[in-house]
């Protein structure tokens, strides 16, 4: 199961929608705007990679005045996959 993250929902919850990235933060999130977009859907070939979360987590840090470790970008997965992953159940 690919890992799917929350910019789409923490975005919604501060209210914005049909966001367009500036330049600016696209140089500074080290994206394109095509992969800016898929991040936000949850589509495209590849998952976010760890450089493109920490970059998102940071710049969401800072937008929202949280430490990093607040902001949860991608879901967990659920306790019962977990079990499962480890043959703890």
């Known amino acids: 199961m690919e890992k799917r993250n929350r910019l789409k929902e923490i975005l919604s919850e ?38 493109e979360k920490d970059n998102i987590e940071g710049w969401l840090a800072e937008a929202l005045n949280k430490p990093v470790a607040e902001v949860l970008l991608m879901e967990n997965e659920p306790n019962d996959n977990i079990l499962k992953k480890h043959n703890l159940s």
């Open 14 to 51: 501060i209210g914005l929608e049909n966001l367009t990235p500036s330049k600016i933060l696209l140089d500074r999130l080290k994206i394109t705007r095509l992969r800016f977009f898929q991040i936000l859907e949850n589509k495209g070939k590849n998952e976010v990679t760890v450089a």
